[in-house]
């Protein structure tokens, strides 16, 4: 069967849609959050930012609980999943009696040398969510940063988290936070420390773990890795396979950190908005890193998710949590989509992360959100996978590398979104042709809703956004403002389904089984 799409007003592309899936069904929570355990990035700790500032901390806060309910809703089973962990992680330690002293022989992140004490108040936070959100889990990420290796410190934390919730809503146990930077960014360990010794030191993590917390259930809830995809350290991607040999068929399953761009060096590699939406920040990603979903799939029946994404991991460039995000966030997650990549956490929780998809000023639970332009790409995502939609294979033939095209397909419909990316001074409106096969029976009406913004600071804006007639602009409660519009396309004598798509926006076809 073919479906073909052209793109005509001087820029065209025609797509061949194949006879099989090329991903298994999209699970619901695809898209889903990794907050901070507490404020890392200042001199000072500021400890109700991270976790807190998101769930609540005196009770739960209403308008994050509508964010999380906008996108469980899409599917009606299960929601988000939120992780608690970061480079915090390293720096935190379950503390009930919130003693800040550090341990002898540990170091603390701020400038008085404090660790987080992660205390009954964290705890009484996640289960507090819990209960009012029945279908969301947590993945619990543990302190890896002590050098003397005691394992046993961080059972208390893992031990305290299932008392409160209990295992079913623990979704993992995360050990470390991209451990291949401990040498040669955080110093976390020595600078000649290796893969293997990431083993070693991960073993008898595991069989803590396992042991002292419940023999029965927590070896089937520790991940593996927590690896960054850095080009930085090769040695480590190439020790994965001996490390699968190793654990992949005691662990739960498989972690891996991809941002889209490193703007973590803003002076001596400064990004641009062409990095962030060139395909070396999305496809070229998910292609990197599909023999190692494969390994993990295949070799191990292991599911591979991406434990922290975002466009890049320190904000410190100007597109950070612009328009530009919701435009590569559609392309980056259907990328890992289409190489079964199970869930995307996407990253934030602390202040200094401008790319949070959502953030808060001020600590009142009351207090309305701010919805970044992520969360709008979540949102997309979440509703066009709904359905266990998987992802079919589409061969694309067009001039212009910037617009980027999904098809997928449920029991009931066919679903088909066009990214236009092309945010250059001489990129022009397309239009959108959809031819479908005799063989595909289609109702000859369409559902088209688009991606836009109002703002005229184009790929840079922060506010502005429509999708489908909603946005989040000026909702003090989470929910979306405005009410949805879908546009009617129907089938012309030619046999097309025919609409115009503009540069920097975005359209979802709809097409409904006979």
């Known amino acids: ?41 200042s001199e000072a700790p500021d400890w109700d930012f991270g976790v807190l500032s998101y769930l609540g901390k005196d009770g739960v806060r209403p308008s994050f609980l509508q964010l999380w309910r906008n996108l469980q809703e899409f599917s009606g089973l299960d929601g988000p999943h939120f992780r608690i962990g970061g480079n915090s992680a390293d720096y935190s330690l379950w503390n009930p009696g919130m003693n800040t002293t550090t341990p002898a022989g540990w170091r603390g ?4 040398n404090q660790l987080y004490p992660i205390g009954q108040a964290d705890i009484a936070a996640y289960r507090r969510f819990l209960e009012a ?52 960014q955080s110093h976390l360990r020595p600078p000649n420390w290796t893969m293997a010794d990431f083993d070693a030191e991960f073993g008898r993590y595991f069989e803590a773990l396992s042991m002292s917390v419940d023999p029965r259930a927590a070896g089937r809830k520790v991940n593996g890795l927590s690896l960054y995809d850095w080009d930085e350290t090769p040695s480590f991607r190439a020790g994965v396979p001996r490390y699968m040999e190793l654990y992949g068929d005691m662990i739960n399953r498989v972690n891996y950190h991809v941002y889209g761009v490193n703007d973590c060096h803003p002076d001596t590699a400064p990004i641009t908005i062409q990095d962030l939406l060139a395909d070396s920040a999305a496809a070229d990603l998910a ?40 435009l590569w966030g559609l392309d980056y997650m259907m990328q890992m989509a289409s190489i079964n990549v199970s869930q995307i956490f996407f990253h934030g929780g602390s202040r200094g992360c401008t790319y949070s998809p959502l953030a808060y000023s001020s600590r009142a639970l009351d207090a309305p959100p701010i919805v970044q332009p992520m969360y709008y790409a979540m949102y997309i995502i979440t509703e066009f996978t709904r359905g266990a939609a998987e992802v079919y294979e589409l061969e694309v033939d067009t001039p212009n590398a910037f617009i980027k095209t999904f098809g997928v397909k449920t029991a009931t419909q066919w679903r088909v979104l066009v990214v236009h990316k092309d945010y250059t001074g001489t990129a022009i ?20 809703s688009r991606v836009s913004n109002t703002s005229p600071e184009g790929v840079y ?15 003090t409660d989470g929910a979306p403002v405005g009410t949805r519009v879908y546009e009617t396309v129907i089938q012309g004598s030619n046999q097309a389904w025919e609409c115009v798509v503009a540069p920097i926006t975005a359209v979802v076809f709809e097409f409904d089984s006979m």
């Open 287 to 326: 292609k990197g890193l599909e023999p190692l979903v494969r390994l993990s799939r295949e070799g191990y029946d292991r599911e591979f998710y991406i434990g922290e994404a975002n466009s890049g991991p320190c904000g410190q460039w100007k597109g950070s949590g612009r328009y530009g995000d919701l």
């Open 133 to 184: 959100a029945p279908s969301a889990k947590v993945v619990i990420d543990v302190n890896f940063q002590h050098f003397g290796l005691d394992p046993n410190l961080v059972v208390p934390h893992v031990q305290a988290v299932v008392e409160a919730v209990g295992w079913d809503r623990v979704a993992g146990i995360e050990v470390g936070n991209e451990i291949n930077a401990y040498a040669i």
């Open 429 to 448: 409106a397309a239009t959108v042709a959809i031819r479908a096969p005799a063989a595909i029976k289609w109702k000859s009406m369409a559902r088209v």
């Open 109 to 112: 992140f701020w400038r008085d």
């Open 1 to 41: 069967m073919a479906l073909i799409i052209h793109l005509c007003c001087g820029t065209w592309v025609n797509i061949t849609l194949g006879d099989h899936a090329r991903s298994m069904p999209v699970l619901p929570n695809l898209c889903s959050f990794s907050m901070e355990i507490a404020e890392v990035n």
């Open 461 to 475: 804006a922060r506010n502005g956004i429509r999708y489908g007639g909603i946005t989040f602009d000026n909702s």
